[in-house]
Structures are given as C-alpha cells and as structure tokens.
C-alpha cells in the first residue's frame, strides 16, 4: 500500500541541507557553535532523561540550541551504555491537515537514512485510543516539517553512539531506533491529557525517550506579535521565553496551557509539550531542567563567531557556512532546549 511508503523529506532543502555529507558538517558545527553545548558548564543528568523539549525551527536558526538537549542525551547514554530503543516524537501540524492526534505508518526519512515507525505501537495507539481525536492521518506528517527537522539530531546521536561517524562523514548500515511520530492539530489540555496517558499505558517502561518539539514564541509583524511601547522585536522575544521558560518549572501540563491561553503566547507546539509534561509525571519525573535559551537573531548572528569555521583573507565566512547567518532580525523566534527528568 502506498501509505507504507517511506516519507521522503520534505524539509531537506529548505529547513537543512538536503546533502548529506553538509548535513553532517552543519550539525557537528552546532555543537561547537559559541550558543552550542560545548561551550556550556551544565552538568550531565545523573538518571536517564524521560523527555525532551527542543525547537524545530531551521537547522541554522535553532540547530545550536536543539544540540544541548542531544548533547545531554549523548552524555547519558555514554555514561549508561544504551541508547534509546524507542523515541516518540510529538510535533504540531502547523498545516492543520491531519487529525486531532495523527499518526502515521511510515517510516520517516532524511538525507542521513531512514528511521523505521512501529507499526507494531501504532496499532495498539489506534486500538486503545477512543474516541474522533486520534486516527492514523497520512495527510499530518507528509507536508509536515517539526518532528523531520528533530530526527536528524537523532539520527546522528545514534549514529555516534554506536561509532559510525567517527572519521569519515557517510552513514552506514546500523540499527537506528524505531519511532513513533505523532503530529498534533489542535491545543487543549484534555487532548494533551488524553494521549500523556494513552502513552503511559502502551509505551515500555525502559530505553524509551519521548521528545516533544515547540518554538517559544514568535515575534514582530509577520507572526502578528508586534511589540508595544517601542519595545524592540527582540527584547519581546527574550522576556516572551523566559515567561515559558518560567511556567515550565512548574512542571504541570494545567499551568502551561492555562498561562499560554491567559497571556496569548505564540508558543508553537503547545499541546505536544503539555503531553510531555503529563506523560513524565506519570512516569515518576519530578524535575525540568533548562539547558539553553536563545533566538533566532543571536544564534544566527553567533555563526559569524564560530571558532573552526572556514574563512577568506578577511575573516569572513565562506560560502555555503556564510548562509547560516541570514536572518529577519524584525521577525525573531524564541527556542528552548529542556530535559525532563
């Protein structure tokens, strides 16, 4: 059937480099970005991460940031000596043409290869789950960017997990581990709720992460978030993710969406990081930590400071790293990297 299909990528090209050996470079260079995890003193979790929050925004606006949350993964599984067997992957359908909660049987794919969906879950997910607002919606994930813009760190993690890019930049043939993607439509706290204890009751109880992807906040003219009183687009977006960032410690799926309604965030992913929040709670989590705060500007703007990045005579990046810089400084987006613990 044409439904078990694998999704090509539909943001390669656009979001990230749809080759892969520049896929590689640019993710790496995330990592040693001077927003990026390197260069950061936080202490690697002394348990396993239950879940984590990242952005998915373009891998140049928001890679730096979403590669604290997988450098914590990376230290962890060293530390253990296991990766995840089994990654659920919640993002929005920013498009709104899936179902309340959509799920698909097809294995997701990118420049880097292929991670295989568990058909084997996605049944049990339908067979459990009542009523109109989860179904097995194609039309959710197939012009859907969010979860495709996460996996490729996934992808990677796995990858140097199990040492197969340690010198040469090409992947090969190993065990990646399967996923379950699930795109969601709409925001409410019943649906978040809902599917926090769904997963609860079908998702193993060891060597399973669940990743939820949300951008803070968007701000200026073109998210029809324009500041007030003069205040400056950027300013907006630093006090808009701290506000998030503040109500997250909470830890309570109620609290974030009674506070993103209440105070109109333009938070994008809401009811996927509420039912993270909800579904780590169930699974005995009792603490969120904060591993990087930042903006589309700055991280942008912070590519031109990268310390191994090549350069001409003058200093300036060359090409393609110096495409990395572009960005609408009127227009900021506010991410976020958590680990749930």
């Known amino acids: 059937m ?9 943001a390669a090209g656009r979001f990230y480099p749809d080759d892969a050996e520049w896929l590689l470079l640019q993710i790496q260079a995330c990592y040693t970005h001077p927003l990026g995890p390197y260069g950061s003193k936080a202490p690697a979790p002394d348990r396993p991460p239950l879940a984590l929050i990242v952005p ?4 140049g606006h928001a890679g730096p940031v979403t590669a604290h949350a997988f450098a914590c993964l990376k230290h962890w599984s060293r530390q253990a000596g296991v990766f995840p067997g089994l990654v ?3 993002g929005p359908d ?10 698909t049987r097809r294995d997701y794919v990118t420049p880097l290869g292929r991670l295989p969906t568990s058909l084997a879950l996605v049944g049990r997910l339908c067979a459990e789950g009542s009523g109109n607002w989860l179904a097995v919606a194609e039309t959710g994930h197939d012009r859907e960017h969010a979860i495709e813009n996460v996996i490729i760190f996934l992808q990677h993690q796995a990858a140097v997990f199990a040492g197969a890019w340690k010198n040469r930049l090409h992947s090969c043939n190993l065990a990646m581990p399967e996923l379950l993607p699930l795109t969601i439509r709409v925001q409410d706290l019943e649906t978040a709720q809902c599917l926090a204890a ?3 009751l079908i998702l193993p109880r060891d060597r399973v992460l669940l990743i939820a992807t949300g951008d803070l906040c968007h701000c200026g003219n073109l998210y029809g978030n324009a500041p007030v009183s003069g205040e400056a687009p950027k300013a907006l977006c630093r006090r808009s993710a701290e506000r998030v960032r503040e109500v997250l410690f909470a830890f309570d799926a109620e609290s974030l969406l009674a506070a993103c309604h209440r105070e109109a965030w333009s938070l994008c992913g809401l009811t996927g990081i509420a039912a993270a929040l909800h579904w780590a709670r169930l699974r005995g989590g009792s603490e969120i930590r904060a ?20 350069r001409d005579a003058s200093g300036a990046l060359l090409y393609p790293w110096n495409l990395l810089t572009g960005v609408d400084s009127n227009n900021p987006v506010g991410f976020g990297s958590f680990v749930l613990l």
């Open 94 to 103: 920013h498009l709104g043409l899936g179902a309340p909660v959509s799920a």
């Open 56 to 59: 998915h925004g373009a891998l």
């Open 198 to 200: 769904l997963l609860d």
């Open 2 to 10: 044409a439904e078990h299909l694998p999704r090509p990528p539909v």
């Open 88 to 90: 659920v992957v919640l």
């Open 291 to 310: 591993l990087s705060l930042a903006d589309s500007v700055a991280v942008a703007q912070a590519w031109n400071d990268h310390p191994s990045l090549p």
